[in-house]
């Protein structure tokens, strides 16, 4: 009997494998969508403070089409705990906590830059020179509040999906999926390390969309659990 074959899965969390699998796809597909809009509106990352007060609506509509693929990976998570946790339970269920913590801290970094708009709406409905600099000021403290949190969000974002990488190395997912799962975590690091010690843009990209690619693959995967 091959490895991948030793480990069974619950089958009566079917629709918890169904409900993970279709949000697990859908996180992945929507980082793509993000990427593809910062890429062709030429959008600088992080966003600068004057071109979100000038022009909010890219900014919001970006970060409200991230945090719906954020809100995703807590069933995403779950699933992914049920369909591991016959390999290894207390891994499995650390990776889905780390994975429990993004979705909070990318959520209050994401509204951070939605709540922009209404400041916007101050900033262009005033001529006066000091109230446009105090709005000014307070749209570069939320963005850089919500880099703090979203580079939070990545640490654990990594350090669940290293974990559920590790999981996937034996069992019904196999060990090259695994190991895709792993480096993309690995990878993905790049982000908020580079906060620190410079790093090439290349390899928190890769991490990226390797993520995503995994996300993606893993969806259906866990779908076809069901």
């Known amino acids: 009997m091959s490895e991948k074959n030793e480990y069974k899965v619950d089958p009566s969390w079917s629709g918890m494998y169904k409900a993970g699998g279709i949000s697990l796809f859908a996180a992945g597909v929507i980082v793509f969508i993000f990427l593809f809009f910062v890429i062709s509106l030429k959008q600088t990352m992080p966003m600068p403070a004057l071109d979100v007060l000038q022009n909010p609506g890219p ?8 945090a719906l693929g954020e809100l995703l990976l807590l069933p995403a998570g779950l699933g992914l ?3 591991l946790k016959e390999i290894d339970k207390n891994r499995a269920l650390l990776a889905a906590a780390f994975w429990a913590l993004v979705t909070p801290m990318f959520l209050v970094s994401r509204g951070l830059i939605i709540s922009l708009y209404e400041i916007s709406a101050g900033y262009l409905g005033t001529a006066d020179e000091v109230m446009q600099s105090a709005y000014l000021a307070s749209a570069e403290l939320s963005i850089e ?13 990594s350090a669940g999906s290293i974990i559920f990488g590790l999981v996937m190395l034996k069992g019904i997912y196999g060990r090259v999926f695994g190991y895709l799962v792993i480096v993309a975590g690995i990878l993905t690091l790049g982000t908020p390390i580079g906060v620190i010690i410079e790093i090439p843009f290349i ?10 690619a995994w996300q993606i693959i893993g969806g259906i995967k866990l779908y076809k659990l069901s």
């Open 59 to 66: 900014s919001t509509g970006l970060f409200l089409l991230t």
């Open 81 to 83: 705990y049920l369909s």
């Open 145 to 157: 509040t919500q880099s703090i949190y979203a580079y939070m969000g990545l640490i654990c974002l």
């Open 203 to 212: 390899v928190s990209f890769t991490g990226v969309v390797l993520g995503a």
